[in-house]
């Protein structure tokens, strides 16, 4: 089938004003596209697309389909929908039903497709089933359950008691938080075992490490507890003196203990969400007044925002934030993530938004930075939004690949993101849920957004 001729990109943009058009089937023609199934790029490829699934992927002259509305895609990109592994999404509480909306609406923008909320709500749930019915655009979503924690889980019985009621209520994850003895650890850990849901997080200081990523945990976040694992002294693990995430005893770290503990991350697959830019902007030295004037902040709550400015200027006038305090630690992350990732450790996009100066969608492009800054490829860049993430749930082939049987949920933008990154921060257009959106449908969201919180 020869395909459907426009004049330009532009007027492929404006003319096709409805994604709604698009919600059964659509070929792009004479498009280049990164499957993640290698490094490779099919250039001057077409993609076939029914009912939000890849129906065949070949070059234009071997698809041949008749009746339906074909896309000219010449000079553009495609890859697979970008996965945020370590997103929040709002209560209801906070700014309201329309906030959470406009947060997925962030992601989307972005090219993220996907996300792993890690701090749970029962409004998630009912908001995930929403986006899969149709009724609400976003990302598709993995959500965990309410934070188990040495607050919440008041003894080992109880702990076993949430895990049940979590993956009764249809919870996808478990998200630990500090402040767990290694009793109501281990109990959480065998009944998720039992109940066959994943779990992971932060790691407690009484558990450890060693304890956690043997007893089962499917996700470190933040890269926790390794820097704790390389301190041979524990004392000088004392919280009223050695930092938030102690990162003022950095200098104490015997880097020669790293190997044992990449052996056993890999033995117990276990999967890491690093987070980097989390600790350049939340727990760096660069000035609060200057993130705060950064331009993605304006899509958000003024008093969101000012929340965000006070809890780091406090963290500033303490002096912990000090550049020469804040430096060692930020260069420690940076080794410890490429060693990890040189060693094969999988490694999950994630970012941690929102929180501290990190707006969804938009920070996701900051991590990736992060990572490209660290030493990572672009092509390992892109796997840990993609192929890991789907392989984290058990899920590799169904999505976060372009191939006949998978999901529809792709990206397309102007240049090949595997030889620039920044590409990606301005999507021409998505796919997902059956749905095309064009830039001019996903800017005018972000526009009404901006709009609403216009600071006077």
């Not at 990164?34 to 790029?41: L, P, S, Y």
């Not at 996808?172 to 402040?179: C, I, T």
């Not at 976040?221 to 820097?227: F, N, R, S």
């Amino acid at each position: 089938m020869k395909p459907f001729k426009i004049l330009s990109w532009l007027f492929f943009l404006s003319f096709f004003t409805n994604s709604a058009l698009f919600s059964q089937e659509l070929l792009i023609n004479h498009v280049n596209i990164i499957t993640m199934e290698d490094d490779k790029v099919l250039e001057d490829h077409s993609i076939y697309v029914k009912d939000g699934v890849i129906m065949e992927i070949a070059p234009e002259e071997e698809i041949s389909v008749a009746g339906i509305r074909t896309l000219d895609g010449r000079g553009m990109y495609l890859f697979p929908g970008l996965a945020e592994f370590h997103a929040h999404i709002p209560p209801p509480e906070q700014y309201g039903e329309v906030f959470q909306e406009e947060v997925l609406w962030m992601y989307l923008a972005n090219g993220v497709l996907r996300i792993r909320s890690m701090l749970g709500h029962e409004s998630h749930l009912a908001l995930k089933d929403r986006v899969e019915k149709g009724e609400i655009s976003g990302p598709r979503m993995f959500i965990s359950g309410p934070s188990l924690n040495g607050n919440s889980v008041t003894d080992p019985d109880a702990g076993r008691q949430m895990v049940r009621d979590q993956k009764a209520a249809g919870y996808d994850h478990l998200k630990l938080h500090p402040g767990l003895d290694t009793p109501k650890f281990l109990a959480i850990a065998d009944e998720a075992k039992k109940e066959g849901i994943f779990y992971g997080g932060h790691v407690s200081m009484d558990v450890g490490l060693v304890t956690s990523v043997t007893n089962g945990y499917r996700s470190v976040e933040h890269i926790d507890g390794y820097l704790e694992a390389m301190i041979t002294d524990k004392s000088k693990l004392d919280p009223t003196k050695s930092g938030p995430f102690n990162m003022l005893v950095v200098g104490d770290v015997d880097k020669s203990l790293l190997p044992g503990l990449v052996k056993m991350t890999l033995d117990n697959k276990s999967y890491i969400a690093p987070t980097m830019t989390l600790f350049e902007r939340y727990f760096g030295f660069q000035p609060a007044y200057e993130l705060r004037q950064q331009p993605e902040m304006f899509y958000l709550p003024g008093q969101l925002v000012t929340q965000w400015f006070n809890t780091k200027t406090q963290l500033e006038s303490s002096g912990v934030l000090a550049e020469a305090k804040v430096k060692p630690y930020l260069e420690f992350r940076q080794w410890l993530f490429l060693e990890l990732h040189k060693a094969g450790v999988p490694m999950l996009m994630s970012s941690d938004s929102p929180q501290v100066f990190n707006v969804p969608g938009f920070s996701i492009h900051r991590e990736i930075e992060s990572m490209s800054k660290a030493g990572m490829s672009n092509y390992e860049i892109l796997k840990t939004g993609s192929i890991n993430c789907a392989q984290y749930f058990e899920e590799g082939g169904e999505w976060g690949v372009l191939k006949p049987g998978a999901a529809a949920e792709f990206v397309m933008v102007q240049k090949n993101p595997l030889e620039d990154l920044t590409t990606m921060q301005k999507p021409q257009a998505i796919m997902i849920g059956g749905k095309f959106m064009q830039r001019d449908e996903l800017q005018l969201q972000l526009n009404l957004i901006r709009q609403k919180y216009i600071r006077q």
